[in-house]
Structure formats: structure tokens, C-alpha cells
């Protein structure tokens, strides 16, 4: 067993990176160790890492290379490198930095254990095949009230521009009764909301059970409050979701749902399979269905071959759709993926420039729509305090209010908007 009892793990990627986190904290918490929040007080330190754009690799080697000094220091010291840029760059990780002990994909997780009991010689590149979703692992999660559930694991997209299919595997969903079992449990130790996690959860299928029939299944589970999930591929958003959400109570009225970009030639050249028209048209159906549904998405701008013109469909798209908020990115052409080799790559001013225009026009967009709130009433769910000691908690539709009055967390409450922010509301509890 591996001496010492401190660990230290750094996250650098998405929701399903922070669980796997949580995930990691489970397994290593049932073996004794506690969390420290310095790396120099660790005798484990994790890298949880990321690799959707250069910037998450480049953050996570400097972090790497801050705590070269400890190992000097303590000899005993282990550093293990997980995540999806240790899956895609292994072997040559391991050979370029000589300080790093194990390197260990996102689909083995678990070994993890084994790693700390000795099994493992050192300096290894750990990438069994095992089928993670059909492993339940302990989970030593951050929140109290709310909670992320894994549905569906990798992903069979090949969007053009992404590594995740290459860092996470194909596509396989977790089994319909450990779902179920995972959420039952998280309700008996009084959890009031699940985020339902995947790449593409609108493909789960479990024999005959399908995205809208699993959500059906969990609205029926008894003190569960709140039901939302991450992320939705446009082209697989069905009618009989949109009737599900807006069937079942617990569905929160709010979808991230990732256009990327408003040309045609520029999705064809992601291979998202929808163009402009059919990813309005799901809007549509959303609108009509949930009025007063939040619709969040995430842009790409200076994508390959993405002339002046392209790049305007996609600020129409964005003044049509009006959507309550965005997560905007320059292209990052990573190895691997065909995007990186494409011709008519952008210059990063280009890119920049875009992006600022993209901002600015979405910062208006989200100003106008969260004004429209004062004086409404809106359903909280409190989550805690924040750093003035404030009262704060998330709308149905996923924005963030603070509240004037002292109320405890897993608490839902009926807050009256006083005041609105470009991220953020500010309300008073509204009685009858
Ligand atoms: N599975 C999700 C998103 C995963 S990655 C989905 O399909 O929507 C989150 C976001 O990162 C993507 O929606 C995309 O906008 C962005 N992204 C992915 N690869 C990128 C790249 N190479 N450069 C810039 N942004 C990228
Ligand atoms: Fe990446 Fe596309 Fe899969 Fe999302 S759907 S994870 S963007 S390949
Ligand atoms: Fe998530 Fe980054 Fe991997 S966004 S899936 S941790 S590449």
C-alpha cells in the first residue's frame, strides 16, 4: 500500500471530468486518504486533465511543472496523470516527463485502487479496455444538494473538430437498474436535483429503454426535486423528448443545446449531421412546447474555411435564436481529429476578433432576457451561500439568484427578482 495518507487532485476538464473526480475522491477516500487543498501537503497528487482545446493542455503542464520542486523534496511523493489528455498522449508523457509516476486513461478510473495498493509497477501507461459503465464506484461528492449521475459513456460523433471520441471510447450506456439504483440512493440521503451526465445523452438505450423513457422513469423517484441533463446533440433531439420535458414536473425548463455554428458549409465541414434549418426547427418545437424554456449553447468561431460570410450566419443565428447564454471558443486544431488538417485554416486575430463579436452581441442577448425577469416570481432551489455569505441558488431555467434572506440549502423557494445581472439575479422570498 502506498504510504501516506494526503491527497491532492487538480480538475481541468468538463462535468463528466469534475465527477470522475468525485469518483476518483470515492475510491481513494475508502482506502483512508482525505483530500488537502496544497500540493505540497499531498503524498498523491492527481491531474485530472482535459484536452477539448490547447488551453486546457497547456494549464494543466504548467501546473505540472509548478510541483517538479516536491518530488525533489519528498522522494516518496506520487504523481499520477488521469484524464483525456493522459489517454491521448501516454507513452509520450511518460517518456518526456520523467516525474510522472502512472499515467491512467478516463475509462480506468478504478485501477486507480489498484495503483495505490502496489499492483502497478512504476511508470506505466495504465489503458486496459474495461467497459467503465458497467462499474459502479464509490463517489465522494462536493454537493449536498445536488448531483451528477453518469448515463452514457464516449462517444460515436466524430464531430470533426473533437478529441473526446478518441479520449473516451465509443459509446456505451450504463444499465438501466444502476441508474436507477445510483438516484434512489442519492434521494434517500436527501439530494433535491440530478444533472444526468453523457457526450450525447439523447443516444441512451437500455433494451427497449430510451433517453425520454429513462427521464419518465426518474421523475417517478420520491424526493427527488429536479431533474436536468448534459449535453444534447441536435440531431438526435426527438419530438418525444421535447413531449417528456414538458410532461414531467421535475424536467427543469432548460436545454444545452450546442449549435457551433450558423453556416451550413461549416457544419458540413464538423459533420454535426443538421443544418441551420433543422436545429431552428428543434428550437421551435421547444419554444412551443415549454414557453418559458432556457435554451443554452455552445459557438465555435474561426473553424476552418469559415469566410466573413459564414461567420455572419452564425452572429444571425445568435440575434434569431436569442439564446439565455453561450460558451463561445476559437477553434483549436487538435492532432488526431481531421479538422486540424483541413485547409483554410484561420488566423488566430481573426479568431480573436470573432469571438470578441460573438461575446459582445450574446452579453446584450443575456442582459435584455434576464431584465425581463424583475419582478417575476421564479422557483429556487438553494444550493448555499456564496462569498459575502449571501443565500443563493439556481432557477428552474439554471440562472443563479441571490437571496436576501437566510434560508437553508435543499430548500425550494418562491423568489421574487428585485434585481438583474448579465450572470446573475438578486430576489426576495415572495409570499402569498
Ligand atoms: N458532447 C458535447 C460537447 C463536448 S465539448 C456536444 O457534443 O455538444 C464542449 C464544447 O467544446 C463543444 O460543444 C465545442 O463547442 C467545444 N469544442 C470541442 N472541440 C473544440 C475544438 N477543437 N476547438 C474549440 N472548441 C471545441
Ligand atoms: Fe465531441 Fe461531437 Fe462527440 Fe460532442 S458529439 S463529444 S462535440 S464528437
Ligand atoms: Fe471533458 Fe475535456 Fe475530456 S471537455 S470529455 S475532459 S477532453
Not at 118 to 124: C, G, M
Not at 190 to 203: A, D, M, R
Not at 317 to 338: C, M
Request: charged fraction near 30%.
Amino acid at each position: 500500500m502506498m504510504k501516506g495518507r494526503a491527497v491532492y487532485i487538480k480538475t481541468f476538464g468538463c462535468q463528466m471530468n469534475e465527477h470522475d473526480t468525485e469518483r476518483i475522491l470515492g475510491i481513494l477516500g475508502a482506502k483512508g486518504f482525505t483530500e488537502v487543498d496544497e500540493p505540497k501537503k499531498a503524498d498523491l497528487i492527481i491531474f485530472n486533465t482535459c484536452a477539448i482545446r490547447h488551453k486546457a493542455e497547456q494549464k494543466f503542464l504548467s501546473s505540472l511543472g509548478r510541483i517538479k520542486h516536491l518530488k525533489k523534496k519528498n522522494p516518496e511523493l506520487k504523481i499520477i496523470v488521469a484524464g483525456c489528455s493522459a489517454q491521448l498522449q501516454g507513452e509520450n508523457l511518460l517518456n518526456k516527463i520523467p516525474y510522472i509516476d502512472y499515467i491512467i486513461g478516463p475509462d480506468n478510473i478504478h485501477l486507480i485502487e489498484n495503483i495505490i495498493e502496489n499492483q502497478f509497477s512504476n511508470r506505466v501507461f495504465i489503458h486496459e479496455n474495461p467497459d467503465l459503465a458497467k462499474i459502479n464506484l464509490p463517489v465522494k461528492r462536493k454537493d449536498r444538494v445536488k448531483a451528477w449521475v453518469n448515463i452514457i459513456y464516449g462517444c460515436n460523433n466524430y464531430c470533426t473538430y473533437c478529441v473526446v471520441p478518441y479520449t473516451r471510447g465509443k459509446e456505451r450506456s450504463r444499465p438501466l437498474n444502476d441508474i436507477i439504483q445510483e438516484i434512489k440512493i442519492l434521494a434517500e440521503q436527501g439530494y433535491k436535483e440530478i444533472t444526468l451526465l453523457g457526450q450525447n445523452v439523447n443516444s441512451y438505450r437500455d433494451g427497449d429503454v430510451n433517453f425520454p423513457s429513462l427521464l419518465e422513469k426518474i421523475e417517478n423517484i420520491e424526493g427527488i426535486e429536479r431533474v436536468r441533463f448534459i449535453t444534447s446533440h441536435p440531431k438526435d433531439l426527438s419530438m418525444e423528448l421535447v413531449n417528456v420535458m414538458k410532461n414531467c414536473r421535475k424536467i427543469c425548463e432548460h436545454i444545452h443545446l450546442p449549435i457551433q455554428a450558423g453556416s451550413n458549409k461549416i457544419l458540413k465541414l464538423m459533420n454535426r449531421k443538421y443544418t441551420y434549418e433543422d436545429y431552428l426547427e428543434k428550437i421551435y418545437w421547444l419554444r412551443d412546447a415549454i414557453p418559458n424554456i432556457a435554451i443554452t449553447s455552445d459557438i465555435i468561431v474561426g473553424f476552418p474555411q469559415e469566410e466573413d460570410e459564414d461567420f455572419e450566419k452564425t452572429i444571425y443565428a445568435l440575434k434569431e435564436i436569442e439564446f439565455d447564454g453561450i460558451f463561445a471558443f476559437k477553434f483549436s486544431p487538435r492532432v488526431g481529429t481531421l479538422a486540424a488538417k483541413l485547409d483554410g485554416q484561420i488566423p488566430d486575430e481573426i479568431k480573436s476578433k470573432r469571438l470578441t463579436e460573438v461575446l459582445r452581441l450574446q452579453d446584450e442577448i443575456t442582459e435584455r432576457k434576464n431584465k425581463k425577469l424583475e419582478g417575476k416570481i421564479q422557483e429556487v432551489l438553494v444550493e448555499g451561500k456564496d462569498e459575502e455569505g449571501f443565500t443563493t441558488g439556481r432557477t428552474r431555467t439554471n440562472k443563479i439568484v441571490k437571496i436576501y434572506s437566510d434560508i437553508k440549502p435543499g430548500e425550494i423557494v418562491n423568489v421574487k427578482i428585485t434585481k438583474s445581472y448579465r450572470h446573475s439575479l438578486e430576489g426576495e422570498i415572495f409570499k402569498e
